[in-house]
């Protein structure tokens, strides 16, 4: 199985952000509170 590694930058609030869905991977704002909700 060939495994696919994710397609990152950071933007300028240095928040990592998927290439390939144009999508930030957590919010800066209240990360912990994102999370929490999520699961």
Same mark, same amino acid.
């Given at each position: 199985?060939?495994? +696919?590694?994710? *397609?990152?930058?950071? +933007?300028? *609030?240095? /928040?990592?952000?998927? +290439?390939?869905? !144009? !999508?930030?991977?957590?919010?800066?704002? *209240?990360?912990?509170?994102? /999370?929490?909700?999520?699961?």
């Amino acid at each position: 199985m060939l495994v +696919n590694y994710a *397609d990152i930058r950071f +933007n300028s *609030d240095g /928040t990592p952000v998927s +290439n390939q869905f !144009d !999508d930030i991977y957590f919010s800066t704002a *209240d990360a912990l509170a994102e /999370t929490e909700y999520v699961f």
